[in-house]
């Protein structure tokens, strides 16, 4: 199996803690680090065992070799800086093993999805997490059983199935 290439974008804290966890999983290799100054960016990719790029950013995400992307940068910057004003995806891993996608659904709402066979701990988990303005859900496949409800304006709750349904 070819490995995933994953490209690293931003060379701050969070820059640092995706690319050792990219090390970490057999499957995928950086590709790429870029970031605002070529020089640390240069100095993140010191030592990896594949090639790494200190390009501009256009042009790592037009590489038909990349596979998936690390945004990296402070929230307020990925938009600007990367993605188009119609494109709803903030960040997305993508691999066989763990997958995130943040979403928006319709003008108020948010949610995302994870899921991971990675995790310490975790097994196939996955869960689905929906942000409204004045109450969200979550579910998690590990508690298959329970929905809980948070609200702005009253106590959190946990809906449990009825065991006899």
């Known amino acids: 199996m ?6 690293i974008f931003g060379t701050g804290f969070m820059g640092r803690v995706h690319l050792e966890a990219v090390r970490r999983v057999e499957s995928v290799e950086a590709a790429a680090i870029a970031g605002r100054n070529a020089e640390a960016a240069r100095r993140l990719g010191c030592g ?3 090639p790494h790029d200190c390009d501009r950013l256009p042009r790592i ?5 990349i596979d998936a992307v690390h945004i ?3 929230n307020a910057q990925h938009f600007p800086k990367l993605l188009g004003p119609d494109d709803y995806i903030e960040t997305a891993v993508d691999t066989e093993d763990f997958g995130a996608v ?3 659904m319709g003008a108020r709402t948010r949610g ?3 899921a991971s066979q990675i ?3 975790r097994k196939n988990r996955l869960s689905i997490e929906i942000y409204g303005t004045r109450s969200s859900v979550a579910w998690d496949q590990e508690r298959p059983d329970e929905l809980w409800a948070g609200h702005r304006d009253a106590g959190n709750q946990i809906f449990v199935k009825d065991p006899l349904c």
Request: hydrophobic share 40%; charged share 15%; aromatic share 4%.
């Open 61 to 65: 995400l037009r590489d038909p070799a």
């Open 72 to 74: 990296c940068t402070p």
């Open 112 to 114: 995302s999805v994870t």
């Open 48 to 50: 990896l065992l594949h």
């Open 102 to 104: 943040i979403f928006r």
């Open 119 to 121: 995790s310490a701990g």
């Open 2 to 7: 070819n490995p995933i290439r994953t490209a």
